[in-house]
T-cell receptor, first 114, second 111 residues
């Protein structure tokens, strides 16, 4: 079983608040990803990183930002939360190199912005 | 541009039946095709994956069938059980590039 953790699991917050969703993995993976997903719906890649100090925007435009200062940590920040940010946020990691792109997912953070 | 198209969107099967979920892709450079299983409130988990050099792969009750010429691959679940009820995602990637996911199929297995 993959060791990838997300906190908090659930967050209800008011409009305009700054929030940070935490993601950490203990597998030493170089690659990390953030996906946005409405429950049971399609996965949308919003950010990814292939290593420390490397971050890229994903396929879905997002007002969130990410940082990758340590290999094991990939936090996502929303400077000013809005109701349109209500969704589930999934973090994933994978090993760089090789010819496969297996990703291990965390349990997700369910964000509700009132 | 949707590079991986998944169908059906939802599927209901009786226990013991064989649900089949299909995916079609556009990029012929894709060389890795995984299936993920997601239960409510959980993150997706890798179920089974295939490379294009084989036409079929089995792991327990789960089988991937791959048709390179048609650019299609499918997931079959033998002897399906209520515990298999989940959302299933197909995906594809080229080498170590990021995965492209299908839209997901919500599968319900009735007792």
């Amino acid at each position: 079983e993959a060791d990838i953790y997300q906190t908090p699991r659930y967050l209800v917050i008011g409009t305009g608040k700054k929030i940070t969703l935490e993601c950490s993995q203990t597998m030493g993976h170089d690659k990390m990803y953030w996906y946005q997903q409405d429950p049971g719906m399609e996965l949308h890649l919003i950010h990814y990183s292939y290593g420390v100090n490397s971050t890229e925007k994903g396929d879905l435009s997002s007002e969130s930002t990410v940082s990758r200062i340590r290999t094991e940590h990939f936090p996502l920040t929303l400077e000013s939360a809005r109701p349109s940010h209500t969704s589930q946020y999934l973090c994933a990691s994978g090993q760089a190199g090789g010819s496969y792109n297996e990703q291990f997912f965390g349990p997700g953070t369910r964000l509700t912005v009132l | 541009q949707q590079q991986v198209k998944q169908s059906p969107q939802s599927l209901i099967v009786q226990k013991g039946g064989i649900p089949i979920i299909n995916c079609a892709y556009e990029n012929t450079a894709f060389d890795y095709f995984p299936w993920y299983q997601q239960f409510p409130g959980k993150g997706p988990a890798l179920l089974i994956a295939i490379r294009p050099d084989v036409s079929e792969k089995k792991e327990g009750r789960f089988t991937i069938s791959f048709n390179k010429s048609a650019k299609q691959f499918s997931l079959h679940i033998m002897d399906s059980q209520p515990g298999d009820s989940a959302t299933y995602f197909c995906a594809a990637s080229k080498g170590a590039q990021k995965l492209v996911f299908g839209q997901g199929t919500r599968l319900t297995i009735n007792p």
